[in-house]
């Protein structure tokens, strides 16, 4: 909230303004809901409380960092290849609410993200 | 007229509003992180016993460049080093580096058939110092750095881009880190990662030093430090090196040491970058010193975009949002970042080009890119409308440029223009680039010696404890070297595990 105000107030000013949108559809944990997929097979917890750990999601997608590097290769710029560093998925990619790209904390990317 | 100014009126109040916003958010945000720091502590010394406790040889602060090839270093010396560090990966200011380190006497250059001096490299640094940097230090990094590079090319895999003459003073000295797609620190970090977990080091994260752990001489015996499970004391034979870099996100420290508008400008690398070498040091009486000395350069906020080339581009006027040109744009790209924010109340301006510049489009294009504004248009008006300057003054500007060179009349400017090889700004389009100054890092910490032990207020080390990379003081003075600061971390992250090493196998503490 506080950050959409500040971004809002950047924009007031010339040549240091942009935009950028991020837009689901619905939230990676009802799609993943949708296709099957039941709550514990991500959550370790029966209860859960905490986001699932990057190892986890591996299982399912790609197998590992270096692969999902190179799957998005072609992107630009490329979200699982960058100076940050192998950030956890679910800093970018929130289960239950839309998904945040960590590079905008800095940068302006136009991206679109699962 | 009267409408412009009013609308120019307006937006300086929102400039002024966005400024305040911005500002006391960012003391908000500092606030809390104090507030959340000054409990830990309270913790520390309090009634909470830590959860357990875990023996190395070597414990090492921070997951930086000084910090992981201390890691390595220490490993390759037969001794147990652990990395503590604080955020989930490293997080401090390399992964934003170019990754140039600036070396002379290394097996690259003897293949570019290139002969740098020592003594001429040792000279240049304490030149841009002016002459304030510690010479011992700087000797031992002219010494050092040679070997270090083959070190970081043998035994950690890094990989270099030819040499090129750049940066000052243009010599075949910065060996650039090839990153491929990402940032040279990036890859450099990369693989320094890779190194430690080939040797089974452990890096812990989540793992944030509180308090260093003495014994009853004030020797560092340990640290407490916060991980997800508690406080944990790790303890150490050998010593602990704090490579967590310096204070330039640390709001309090930066009002603190440097003051006025140099201690608000905006970030150019990490927001985790927030002082333990001092925190952690100063209760032991370490020596803090160059605690005013900072590095800025231009960027822009909003989209961390480099303008760099524009600003070096040796074409075309800068102006501020007024539409006045306020510095000698024949300065370099630092001195101009470091002079704008008291040049301008809101630390902006804009470098205005023509398309006499051959890189014109390479700039357009990296701001684009990057979706960072700038503005084109076919004639000086249209580009000030578009930009929403003051028309008038930005065409005043220009032409009083185009006038004063036609006259050779340049240095009578106000302020001069010292430019050596002059261009008008006559071609179309005419480009406006947004810039900023924005803070690089401080150079200010606890003093080291040439073994990087830190020092006491006394000028005798501290037992136990170590520094390295930008954390440690001594080192650098007003400006530095291109490809310095890493070169620094590397040559004292080194020295200080060697030495560390020799503690543990004498079994005595230094």
């Known amino acids: 909230m506080t950050k959409k105000t500040l971004l809002a107030s950047v924009s007031l000013v010339a040549g240091f303004a942009l935009a950028t949108s991020v837009v689901a559809d619905n939230n990676l944990a009802d799609r993943h809901v949708q296709n099957g997929v039941e709550c514990a097979q991500c959550h370790v917890e029966k209860v859960p409380s905490k986001a699932p750990k990057m190892d986890r999601c591996l299982e399912c997608h790609g197998g590992s960092y270096e692969e999902l590097g190179k799957a998005s290769a072609a992107k630009k710029p490329n979200p699982h290849y960058t100076h940050v560093g192998d950030k956890e998925c679910t800093v970018c990619h929130k289960g239950h609410k839309e998904p945040e790209f960590f590079c905008n904390d800095c940068h302006k990317f136009k991206v679109q993200m699962p | ?510």
Request: glycine share 10%; net charge positive; with cysteine.
């Open chain 2, 1 to 510: 007229m009267e409408d412009s100014k009013k609308i120019e009126d307006i937006r300086n109040i929102q400039v002024a509003q966005q400024i305040t916003r911005r500002g006391m958010m960012k003391a908000c945000i500092v606030a809390a992180a104090a507030g959340a720091v000054g409990s830990v502590s309270s913790t520390a010394q309090g009634a909470v016993p830590p959860t357990g406790s875990k023996d190395y040889d070597a414990i090492i602060l921070g997951a930086g460049t000084a910090g992981l090839v201390a890691a390595v270093e220490a490993y390759e010396q037969g001794i147990k080093p652990v990395v503590l560090e604080k955020m989930d990966l490293p997080a401090g200011n390399s992964i934003y580096a170019i990754g140039g380190v600036a070396a002379c006497g290394t097996r690259i250059q003897k293949q570019e058939s290139v002969t740098e001096s020592k003594d001429d490299f040792f000279a240049d640094m304490m030149k841009v110092s002016a002459d304030q940097a510690d010479p011992g230090l700087t000797r031992t990094y002219v010494e050092h750095i040679g070997k270090d590079v083959d070190w970081l090319q043998d035994t950690i895999g890094v990989k270099f881009r030819k040499l090129g003459n750049l940066p000052y003073p243009l010599l075949g000295r910065l060996h650039l880190v090839d990153g491929g797609s990402i940032t040279g620190g990036g890859m450099l970090i990369r693989l320094l990662l890779a190194a430690c977990k080939k040797r089974n080091i452990p890096v812990l994260y989540h793992t944030k030093a509180v308090e260093l752990i003495t014994d009853k001489k004030i020797a560092v015996t340990g640290v407490r430090a916060l991980t997800e499970d508690g406080l944990v004391d790790f303890k150490a034979c050998g010593g602990v090196m704090v490579t967590t870099g310096g204070f330039s996100a640390n709001r309090e420290m930066l009002c603190s040491y440097i003051g006025g508008v140099m201690s608000r400008l905006p970030l150019r690398g990490s927001s985790y970058v927030t002082g333990e070498n001092i925190t952690l040091t100063k209760p032991l009486f370490a020596k803090l010193v160059h605690m005013d000395q900072f590095h800025c350069g231009p960027l822009v906020s909003a989209t961390h975009v480099n303008p760099q080339g524009a600003l070096n581009s040796g074409y075309g006027i800068i102006v501020d949002l007024r539409g006045k040109r306020i510095i000698d744009e024949n300065n370099t790209y630092v001195a101009k970042a470091r002079a704008l924010p008291n040049l301008t109340p809101e630390n902006k301006a804009y470098q205005l080009v023509d398309s006499n510049w051959p890189a014109v489009k390479n700039m357009a294009d990296k701001y684009t890119d990057m979706n960072s504004p700038f503005f084109q248009d076919d004639t000086v008006e249209g580009l000030a409308k578009k930009a929403r300057l003051p028309v008038q003054a930005v065409v005043v500007a220009v032409n009083g440029y185009n006038d004063a060179l036609k006259n050779n009349k340049l240095k009578d400017l106000n302020p001069p223009c010292t430019y050596n090889d002059p261009h008008a700004m006559d071609k179309g389009p005419f480009y406006a680039f947004p810039f900023e100054s924005g803070m690089t890092t401080t150079f200010g910490g606890p003093k080291i010696n040439t073994n990087a032990q830190v020092v006491n207020l006394e000028d005798e080390p501290i037992k136990g404890l170590y520094a390295a990379g930008n954390a440690a003081g001594g080192l650098f003075f007003l400006d530095y070297l291109g490809g310095t600061q890493l070169g620094g971390a590397v040559v004292f992250g080194r020295i200080a595990a060697r030495h560390i090493a020799q503690t543990c196998k004498k079994g005595k503490r230094a």
